[in-house]
């Protein structure tokens, strides 16, 4: 079983432990509520394709009337056109990593952990669970003081400005919300596309909207008797008002959001009422970072294999760049060697060590030893532990 393990390894996509979706082989990354894009999807092209049916209709009654129709060709291809310019941003707004951050195998290294009594971090790190971490760690941004927390899930410091989806289960750099129209975490990588895809709904929206009024007006019979008669325009007319309310207003909230450098998450939370934005450059800068900046690449390559990135992240997040204090002067190399070679783990080694000179020194008067005065020196005791050693040496001084 190992060995087919070893020959036939995981793909990242495969053992990703967020809850997430993948397709095309990890190439396309989704949210957990997927399926409610098609929901989204039928929202926009089934009242788009039953306004194309009504001009193409329109087409048919002007071409047996002898009428001109290439105006109606026109509104025709603008309006499938835009259909399909909305669907596409859709689907890049959900298919693409948002700008997940990859987790880490084992707790960061604590600043605070060098003054608890342990001879090897490294061992209460990958052990034992008593580690502590500050629960926040504060980092400048602009010149400003910004407070990071630290994620339990994926043992992490998040950046500023990320935060971790409860629904996606992953952190998200530059978090903005979870849609579920879109069924995807709106964060860093995909926030453009999720504004040109409300954008574009709502010029959609206000197309048809339009058109279908143009339906009713240019019969001569009058509005009523048309609308009447013209029930697919009609119900288009109350569709696309009542949605302009809602993608309209959205594309308006977030264009506010993006000319102040605000996420949804850091509005919601009156993050900035109180104090400055660090991040606000100007509507301008603001307006270039969204649309005409560079997006960053994904932190994860979710067509590797799981072992080569777990390997990579270990050593990023390794104990080799740790200071030993004063207290520590164990050699704890020579007993991960020694444990590992004779396949024994390090507490059994500190479990079976005898210490002789120790236990000649602290028999009572019935040569019995007294376990509970013997000092351990993988235990830093307070002074007292300290005097108590010194006064057995200097007694057994005296006996020679």
Known sequence: MAEQGIQNPKRLYQAWKGSNRFFCWGRLIFGPDVSSLYLTIVLIGGPALC?????????NDNEKDGKDSDYWYIVLFVAAFLTCLDILFLLMTSSRDP????????PPESEEAFDMNTPSMEWINDKTPHLRLPRTKEVIVNSHPVNV????????????????????????????????????????????????????STVLCLYVFGFSWVHIARNKEGVLKA??????????????????????GLSVFHFY?????????????????????P?????????????????SPSLNNFRAFACEVENMVAEETGTDNVLRTSKEKIDIEMGNRFGESEGISLPEILQNLHYDELEGNSKGKEGIVDFDIQPSPFIFEPEKRDEEIIACETETMHQV
């Open 51 to 59: 306004f194309c049916i009504r001009v193409y209709q329109n087409i």
């Open 99 to 106: 700008g997940i951050i990859p987790r880490n195998t084992k």
């Open 149 to 200: 927390k630290y994620c339990d899930t994926c043992m992490l410091y998040r950046p500023p400005r990320a935060s971790h989806c409860s629904i996606c289960n992953n952190c998200v750099q530059k978090f903005d919300h979870h849609c579920p129209w879109v069924g995807q975490c709106i964060g860093l990588r995909n926030y453009r596309f999720f504004y040109l895809f409300i954008s574009m």
């Open 227 to 248: 609308m009447q008669k013209d029930i697919l325009s009609d119900v288009l007319i109350v569709y696309c008002f009542v949605t302009i309310w809602f993608v309209g």
């Open 257 to 277: 959001l993006i000319c102040t450098n605000q996420t949804t998450y850091e509005n919601f939370r009156y993050r900035y009422d109180k104090k400055e934005n």
């Open 279 to 295: 991040y606000h450059k100007g509507i301008i800068r603001n307006l270039q970072e969204v649309f005409l900046s560079k997006i």
